[in-house]
């Protein structure tokens, strides 16, 4: 069996605490009320391994707390309420890195069911504006009440091509972050993993017509005449969809580079790509993810390290 794939079940139950609503310390006090124990700070990857009703706050993503394997908070009045978001660990981590200041104008490019945009809400305070795009119109109903629940009002909504958005449109002149997530293989999800494949030919074909899919929203996404920093992430695990594509869109957009991203993180993207981030189940207990924070070399600004 292959190590990186054991059964998604063993993935912790992460909890983002969604700041626009609440705060981690209150969480928490609603959490230990309802008879779990608090562990303490995360501070090695066993930490994450948790036994039934035990809690611990991530050592990398503060809002974040991990609890045991499939602890269900479907019913729980925090989720109902908008108050916590489940999200896997290592699909919080390209909101937290764009990091896009209060009151600043921000696109997330391909962002139903929107987990990503009530992040990057929150990490705006809900001021400033958020455009958010999608193809599928089911995925953005879904994400519209998802929005709704965790309070998100900076967000204007759009079922839309993202490579058909004009980067020249007046209403855009001011965006200086994107979220790109686009779609992907999914092959890094714990779940939907198979170990050997019926028609390697036919998988070829569909990697490679993903990542120039990807590719193009990367340039595209670039060529936002105030753009400053770009994230771009895939649950992927496959380096055609990841460092692949950000060698290509850094040869053909000179004027990006990559940003190093978080020292202390242990699994880093592939040679030479290696300011870029991967996770797995083994080394971060996430499902398999690549994220790369592209920036404006001109544009000088604070960075997560
Ligand atoms: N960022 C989302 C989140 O965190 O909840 C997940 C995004 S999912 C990986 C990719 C999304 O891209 C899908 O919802 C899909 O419908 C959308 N999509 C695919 N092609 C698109 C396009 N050309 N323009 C906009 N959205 C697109």
Known sequence: ADVQNPAGEHLPRYVRVNTLKTTVE??????KRDGFTFQGNASRLEDLTLKENHFVRDMHLPELLALA?????HDHFLYKGGHIILQDKASCLPAYLL????????????????????HLAAIMKNKGK???FDLDAKRLATMSTLLLRAGVTCHQLAHQDFLKVDSDGAQYKDVEYILLDPSCSGSGMVC??????????KDQARLASLASFQLRCLNHALRFPRLKRLVYSTCSIHRQENEDVIGACLQQNPGFRLVPLLAEWPERGLEPYTQ???ASIATTRTHG????????????????Q
């Open 69 to 73: 394997p499939k602890t269900d908070f």
């Open 289 to 304: 993810f690549f994220v790369a924070l592209l920036e404006k070399h001109s544009e000088a600004a604070n960075t997560k």
């Open 192 to 201: 939907l993993r198979e170990s050997t494949s019926s028609n390697q030919e």
């Open 26 to 31: 209150d969480v928490g006090v609603y959490l």
């Open 276 to 278: 870029c981030l991967r």
């Open 99 to 118: 990091n896009p200041p209060p009151g600043c104008h921000v696109i997330d490019a391909c962002a139903a069911p929107g987990n990503k945009t009530s």
């Open 130 to 132: 958020l455009f958010a």
